[in-house]
């Protein structure tokens, strides 16, 4: 064994910071403040600009963490019926259907937030895959959004987007402003660069000249998206000093879990309504045509 290798060897052994993911921490994302490292969290923040070793996880992270893993099908869920077991019944079908996103949505969701070990200044750290969960999130929503409005082959709109998160999401959590701020500040800059930037510029006529910066955070608390202000001055990982005027906060284990239960709401609304059947079954003729 190297002189190196063994003086890690020897770190690791004498380290307690793997073995207590109980012992909670905060980590800010990049945008407006210092990271500040802790041992492990659950409620951890994306942290911009380090390059971390790969983590070493002991036997009791490993059994500690294996309890979540359960299978999430049985045999029989995956004998699966013809055209969803719901021939000819289009409500049933499009109950179905959906269920079944929101099913896949959920299981994405908790893989992405159930979290991985990283060194961070030689202690390691709960991190999660923060930018995957939040473009999921945005895709069902806007998905939802589509059926809604009977269009899923090609971009809904913010305006729809807004009347889906009005009818069907906790309000004002879900206000059209901050909708718009998800998806303009957010969304489309994940899907392009993915990541979102660091001081977004908000150019919408009501609100020109904001200036936002930005933490994501995996924990469940409300409100799912926060504005705060007053704001500052970015000077660790700009070029040069960049002032902003709000933060925004992502809360994803709230924001999934709002996402999943709006379409409870949408699946009640499609059972009675004859509008809403013919614009999901459009729907289906644009994802699999005849």
Request: aromatic share 10%; net charge positive; with cysteine.
């Amino acid at each position: 064994m190297s002189g190196r290798t063994g003086a890690y060897v020897a770190f690791l052994a004498g380290t307690r910071t793997l073995t207590q993911p109980s012992l909670a921490g905060k980590y800010p994302a990049h945008g407006f403040s210092r990271p500040r490292v802790g041992r492990p969290s659950i409620a951890t923040a994306y942290s911009f600009g380090q390059e971390p070793r790969p983590a070493k996880l002991s036997q009791a992270d490993i059994a500690l963490r294996t309890h979540e893993d359960a299978p999430m099908t049985t045999p029989e869920d995956k004998r699966r019926k013809t055209h969803r077991g719901a021939h000819d019944n289009l409500p049933q079908f499009a109950s179905n259907f959906v269920r079944g996103r929101l099913a896949g949505f959920e299981k994405d969701m908790r893989i992405c937030l159930k979290g991985t070990y990283k060194i961070s200044n030689n202690r390691s750290v709960l991190t999660h895959a923060y930018f995957p969960a939040l473009m999921s999130c945005c895709g069902t929503l806007e998905y939802l959004a589509g059926l809604h409005i009977g269009r899923v082959n090609r971009s809904v709109g913010v305006p729809n987007l807004i009347k889906y998160a009005t009818k069907y999401l906790p309000q004002p959590a879900y206000s059209p402003d901050i909708v718009r701020v998800l998806f303009d500040a957010f969304r489309d800059p994940i899907a392009h660069h993915g990541i979102a930037s660091g001081v977004w510029v908000d150019q919408h006529p009501e609100t020109k000249g904001r200036r936002f910066v930005w933490k994501v955070l995996a924990d469940a608390r409300r409100p799912p998206l926060g504005v705060v202000a007053p704001g500052g001055v970015l000077k660790i990982d700009p070029p040069w000093d960049c002032p902003y005027t709000h933060r925004v906060h992502i809360r994803l284990g709230r924001l999934w879990r709002d996402i999943r239960d709006s379409g409870d709401g949408y699946i009640a609304d499609l059972a009675s309504s004859k509008d809403l059947q013919a614009k999901f079954r459009r729907c289906m003729e644009q994802l699999y045509p005849r």
